[in-house]
């Protein structure tokens, strides 16, 4: 099993500027990664942003580590203990980081023993729930408002006729021009994202496509783009190869 590695203190992190980043960068994400290190970026002695392995965040995205925190407060409820502060106040350091299930698994549990007047602390443990309920709920207007502002960004795209649109290998392209490589870009379509808004005209895209409903579709899909993508490798290398 992989041990969780020491993550670096903040006040022993190396500051960076913006352009030093920029600069080394193929050195600092080296570093980072082999001497297991973080870097604060950081313009006019002003700390912004930091720079750090991503190993760093795996224990926050495990799957597992929403199950820890609800078996962890069904521990701690009822305890006559130091205990219950102490989950209390780690749900509510880490609220930003769990995910919806187990939230709504923390209220439900909360809910559950309040009914028992006699629970030890049980004002403290309704005002958690409470605000269990009001982060929850802050949560979904914002994933609502996130969608109606896609929708208005993605406007006049789908004004302008666009199709598709794909952000992600805007990166690709940018590392790759830094390093003097050549870069390309295959995309799959899985969706529509404005389909079921007010922006959407025409019938859905399983009326349209019917063909994509077929079992297996996006697989042999997804296989012929990687077969396409190799091909492309090969292509470049050879033209590398031809000082072309």
């Known amino acids: 099993m992989e041990q969780f590695k020491y993550i670096q203190p903040l006040d022993q992190m190396a500051r960076i500027s913006r352009t ?12 980072a990664d082999k001497d297991n290190v973080g870097f604060v970026i950081t313009d006019e002695g002003k700390d912004d942003l930091v720079l750090c392995p991503i190993r760093w965040m795996k224990c926050i995205y495990d799957d597992d580590f929403g199950c820890i925190v609800n078996s962890a407060l069904r521990y701690a409820i009822g305890r006559h203990t130091y205990m219950p502060s102490v989950v209390m106040e780690f749900v509510r350091k880490y609220l930003s980081v769990l995910d919806s299930k187990t939230i709504c698994v923390m209220i439900e549990d909360i809910e559950r023993e309040a009914e028992f007047e ?16 009001t982060y929850y709920s802050e949560m979904l207007q914002k994933s609502e408002n996130s969608k109606a502002d896609q929708y208005e960004r993605m406007k006049p795209w789908v004004d302008a006729g666009v199709k598709m649109v794909e952000n992600e290998s805007s990166a690709i392209f940018i590392i790759a021009k830094r390093l003097g490589l050549r870069a390309g870009s295959i995309c799959l379509s899985m969706g ?52 072309r």
């Open 20 to 31: 030093e980043l920029g600069e080394k960068l193929d050195e600092i994400l080296d570093k």
């Open 118 to 133: 006699t629970l030890d602390k049980r004002g403290d443990w309704l005002k958690l729930r409470d605000d269990l309920k």
């Open 192 to 243: 529509s994202m404005i389909e079921g808004t007010e922006y959407y005209v025409g019938p859905d895209s399983g009326t349209a496509y019917p063909q994509t409903q077929e079992p297996g579709y996006f697989k042999a899909r997804e296989k012929r783009c990687c077969e396409v993508a190799t091909r492309a490798a090969e292509i470049l290398d050879e033209w590398e190869k031809q000082g």
